[in-house]
């Protein structure tokens, strides 16, 4: 289990756009649970939309994508690298996430060659898919 601190030192988000607030499961570098807690306070939901707050759909892939980097540099041989994003495939959304919610985002490694990771994503709101698909990022040195 790693609290926000701790995910801090891990991936180099910060607030506005740290989505995870802590992880709840990790295999280092095979899966990893995380959670983000919704709240009416995020800044997005001032224009996103007013009368009709709905977390953006590319915020809930970025948080995907935040647990899925999170996995991948525990190892490490990752330690000290960025990942950025390099594909995004087959990504769905099944249900609105709103202030209240809490995202419950699982990923898992499909692959990891050489500098490219591969995982698969889904975030959920209770036991219901918000959103899934696969996404791939490049590790790539900060210096």
Do not use: W
């Not at 095979?30 to 759909?57: C, D, Y």
């Amino acid at each position: 289990m790693l609290n926000n601190v701790e995910i801090q030192k891990i991936i180099p988000h910060r607030y506005p756009f740290l989505l995870v607030d802590k992880i709840v499961e990790l295999e280092e570098g095979k899966r990893a649970v995380g959670i983000k807690n919704v709240t009416i306070n995020e800044p997005f939901f001032q224009g996103h939309f007013s009368g009709n707050p709905l977390m953006p759909g590319v915020l809930i892939v970025e948080a995907m994508a935040q647990v899925g980097g999170i996995t991948a540099m525990t190892l490490s041989e990752n330690k000290g690298k960025l990942g950025v994003f390099s594909g995004i495939d087959k990504v769905r959304f099944k249900k609105q996430v709103r202030p209240g919610d809490t995202l419950r985002i699982e990923t898992e490694i499909i692959t990891m060659k050489r500098n490219i990771v591969k995982t698969e994503a889904a975030a959920y709101v209770d036991d219901e898919i918000a959103c899934k698909g696969v996404l791939m990022f490049s590790l790539v040195d900060t210096e």
